[in-house]
Every structure is written in C-alpha cells, then in structure tokens.
C-alpha cells in the first residue's frame, strides 16, 4: 500500500491546484472518526508530564471509539537513544495504554497503514512539504549567518523591541540569491508569518487570538544543514496522519497559531486544538526534572501501582464534577470528557496520589498482592535490608496485618522487615519507654515472658495475649502503654508497627519469646545490670 500524502493539494498563488494526488487524503477533523496522537521524544525517560498527556489523549480516542497513535520524534540523533525509547513505549505499556498504530516495541517495526512513525524515516516527506511551500511562495532561503542573526537579535534588545526577524532574504532577487551561492553560503528555510490575527478555537480555552505580529517573524522549518525544525515536522506528520485533536501541553498554546498557519499553507485540515493545564509543584512553579521527581520509572521503584498511578494522572487537571475519586481505567475511558480539563495549573499532590495508590493496594487479590511484593522484597534482600526471601505463604500470612498500612509496595520492608529478620539489631534506649528506666524495662519484659509461657503455645492467640498482659500492668502500677511500647520494639525493633498482637501471633510462639530474651540480654549488658 502506498503511503498518504503529506499534505492536501497544494496551493499556489492562493488557490488549490488541481493536479491528481498519488494518494488518498486524511480525512478532515469535522467529519472524521477522532483520530489522536501522542509524539514523545526519545531523549530521556518518560515523565509524568508526558504519561499524563499520553493518557488524555488516550482518553479521549477510546471515549469516542477512535484511535489512538504513537509517534516517535527522533531527530534528535545526538540525544535520541533505543534505551529512552525502550523507557517510553514500556513505561506507556506499564500504564495499560496501547495505541492503534505505531511502533510497539522500542526498535521494533509499526502498526498502522500512516507510517513511518519515526521521524527521521520520514525525511523525505519533510523534503517534498518544504520544496512545495518554496515553489508556492510560501516560504524561502535564507541565507543569514548566525553572526548577523546576532547582532540583529542584539540590535533589537537595545532598542527594547521584541526579539523578531527583520525579513532580510525575504525578497531576495534571484541575483542576490545567486551571489551568497557563490559565496559558499548554505540557505535555511523560512516559513512567511503574515502579520494579522491567527484564532485558535480551543476546546479547552475558548478563543485564543494572537496578531501574527507577535510570533517572531518568518519561521525557520528547515536549517541550513538541512534538518526539518519541530514546527514544521509535526505539523507534517499530523496532516499526513489525519489527526484531527491535538491534545497536548499548555506550553505549546503559543505555538498554535505558527502551526495553524502552516496547516494552512499546506492545504491541510487544521485539527482541533486542546491545551492541558501544565503540572506544578506544590509551591506553583512548574515542574521540572531538575527540581522535582518527574520520571515514571522513579514512581515504579517506589512501589505505586499501575491501578493508583493511571487514577491519579487522570485527575491531575480533569474531574468527573462529582465527590468520585477512585476511578479504573475503565471508569476513566466511560467518563473523560475535554470540556472538564481544568486551565490553571494542575498541582502535583503527592499525599493524595499515596492516598490513591493504597485505595487501590487493597483492591488487590491476594494473590496478585502478592505477586506485586515479591519483586520488591527480593531487591531488599540483595541490598541486606532483609535476612531472607519470605516464602509466598509467608506473606500471604501478612497481608491482612500490612495491606491497611502500605502506602507503596515500597515500603513492605518498612512495615514488615522484622518478620524475616534472623536477629534485630536493636537501640538500647529505643527500648526504653519515656516513663521508665532501664531496669523497670528488664522488669516488664521479664513479667511479660513469663505471662506468655504461662498462657502457653495453645493460647498464643491475639484475643487470649491481651488480657493478662494487661493485668500484669495493673497488677505492677505501669501505664499499659508503656509495658505494651517495651514489648513491641523487643519484638520488631519499631515503635509503630501492626497491631501487637497480631504482630505476636504472626511472629509465633518461640520467636517472639526469643526476641523478648534478646531484648533483655541486650539491656542488661547496656545497664551493666
């Protein structure tokens, strides 16, 4: 099948020509099935940023049985890598996104009937667009050197107008064109910016209108080494793909019109435009890599699950207009509506993504929890943060003791190390409490073992240990708490952990007794008793 063309007809002196097209044209956005696309660059890893985009746009294509693509904006070449790639399409996977055409593997060959989605497979379509626009008048070399692009940039500065191009090879006569060829200049390429109101109809915004005047003079869309500039390759690609919603930061607003413009000159459909709200830092200011924790891989370490993250990413700049908070990807798709994105600013809330994160934690099957812990309790016993690999029964055990308390899968060692934990390594002040001293504590945890052998292995039951531990408090006039506080950083070196109790019975009969021992032998050698 042969590839779609690039553009619609093309234009000249302002009229459509009417030479036959090889191709078929992408249908135009107002009576076409929605159509999206997300187009990361694989210069780094994924962030959050770009998921949350990614999402939306998914969204919004499943919402109204449309598709959505994945594009890949590699022209990049020195910052461009297979590994950030790999990151991206992996970490989009992780999310349960999958796209309808494009490349689904990192390296891998695409799906869909509009590629390449790589751009730099696609140079050649970039090639034909701009010699299109130079034979319509539309665009032109330039032949300006960076040092005179300089000093009419700095020109400007100390005449405190607005940094913009003067137009200089704007009407260059074939002559003059002629003599800078002679003298071995290369020409970039520049797209005529007329001056005039550009309107942008956003879904999101409403009317955006923007004097052409203000967008910085005619646009360079190729350099003088002949590679295609962002602007102009992406509005290639999303008329030769026929997207007809462009869904994407709000940092890109600006760019809007000199797009709009260019969709025009190529005799293309311009889609509709939609602008997210950028994501920001508690603080307000907006959220960067270099002060903010912005990768999704760092989240995956951390232990937030896929179920969390995707409910969270969701409601950073939309909302369902009800009190619902915990929504699946389903929910999600059967609600996500454009007009409910939000224009300020969307805070990055990290407590309520946590909150989310362990609403949906304790949505897990056991069994699936399990599976979920069992990569992270194995990298905490490689780094030592463990004595051993529990088995699956053994955290099986756990779980109605840690699923309440665990914010990430994460922080399962936090919670429940001291389970698979061959000795404690414990703080002989840790072990006293605030109201006694050490020899009032080597009490307690004296009386106390001797209440548990009393009780025996057959009563060694949560419901049976509390009473007469707390009767043996009364009984020696000390706060409950405080003999409760003792026996709790004997057992599991914390003093916050599980119910007590529970935390006992889980431990079993013999280990906790030989943690109460150890406990003692370690304040006794501290006191010199």
């Known amino acids: 099948m042969q590839h779609p063309t690039l553009i ?8 459509y020509d009417s030479r036959p097209m090889t191709d078929p044209t992408p249908p135009a956005p107002s009576h076409a099935p929605v159509r999206v696309r997300i187009a990361p660059s694989p210069t780094g890893p994924l962030h959050i ?10 969204l919004f294509a499943r919402h109204h049985g449309g598709t959505f693509i994945l594009r890949l904006e590699d ?9 950030y790639e790999k990151d991206i399409l992996d970490g989009l ?15 891998g060959a695409d799906i869909g009937t509009y590629g390449p989605y790589r751009q730099m497979q696609r140079l050649d379509r970039y090639a034909e667009a701009a010699a299109r626009l130079l034979d319509q008048g539309d665009a032109y070399p330039c032949y300006c050197t960076p040092e005179e692009l300089d000093a009419e940039r700095k020109a400007r500065e100390a005449a405190k107008e607005q940094p913009r191009y003067s137009g200089r090879c704007a009407r260059l006569t074939p002559d003059q064109r002629a003599a800078f060829l002679a003298e071995g200049r290369r020409s970039a390429i520049r797209f005529r910016i007329p001056d005039g109101p550009v309107v942008v109809d956003d879904i999101i915004r409403g009317r955006v209108e923007i004097d052409g005047a203000q967008l910085g003079g005619d646009l360079v869309i190729v350099r003088a080494d002949g590679n295609p500039l962002y602007h102009f390759t992406v509005v290639v690609d999303d008329a030769a793909m026929g997207i007809t919603h462009v869904i994407r930061g709000e940092d890109h607003l600006s760019n809007t019109p000199k797009h709009v413009l260019l969709f025009r000159a190529l005799g293309a459909a311009v889609p509709h435009f939609a602008h997210l709200p950028l ?9 960067s890599k270099r002060k903010s924790q912005t990768a999704l891989s760092d989240y995956l370490a951390e232990g937030f699950i896929r179920e969390g993250l995707v409910n ?9 207009g009800t009190d619902e908070d915990v929504l699946s990807l389903q929910d999600l798709i059967d609600q996500f509506d454009l007009p409910h994105v939000q224009k300020g600013g969307a805070r990055f809330d990290r407590e309520r993504l946590l909150w989310l994160n362990g609403q949906w934690i304790r949505r897990l099957s056991p069994d699936e929890l399990v599976d979920r812990l069992r990569p992270f309790l194995e990298a905490d016993r490689i780094a030592g943060r463990i004595a051993r690999m529990p088995s699956d029964e053994e955290i099986r055990a756990l779980l109605p003791l840690i699923r309440e308390r665990l914010p990430m899968l994460g922080a399962v060692t936090e919670t429940a190390g001291f389970f698979f934990a061959d000795q404690l390594e414990l703080d002989p002040a840790m072990l006293v409490p605030k109201r006694w001293g050490p020899q009032t504590t080597i009490e307690g945890l004296r009386a106390a073992r001797g209440a548990i052998m009393r009780g025996g292995e057959i009563t060694f039951e949560a419901d049976e240990l509390e009473a007469p531990l707390r009767v043996l408090a009364e009984e020696r006039g000390w706060k409950v708490g405080d003999l409760f506080m003792a026996i709790r950083v004997a057992i599991t070196g914390r003093t916050a952990t599980p119910p007590l109790f529970d935390t006992m019975v889980a431990l079993g009969f013999e280990r906790t007794l030989a943690r109460l021992d150890r406990a003692i032998e370690v304040l006794v050698v501290s006191a010199g008793a």
Request: hydrophobic share 35%; proline share 3%.
């Open 93 to 107: 996977h992780w999310l349960g996104m999958t796209w309808d055409e494009g490349p689904d593997v990192a390296g």
């Open 279 to 287: 994501i920001l830092n508690p603080d307000g200011s907006k959220m």
């Open 49 to 58: 940023g770009t998921a949350r985009t990614a999402l939306f746009n998914y």
């Open 8 to 15: 619609g007809r093309a234009r000249t002196s302002g009229c």
């Open 75 to 83: 022209t990049d070449g020195a910052r461009s890598s297979i590994a």
């Open 312 to 320: 969270y990413l969701g409601l950073l700049g939309w909302s369902t």
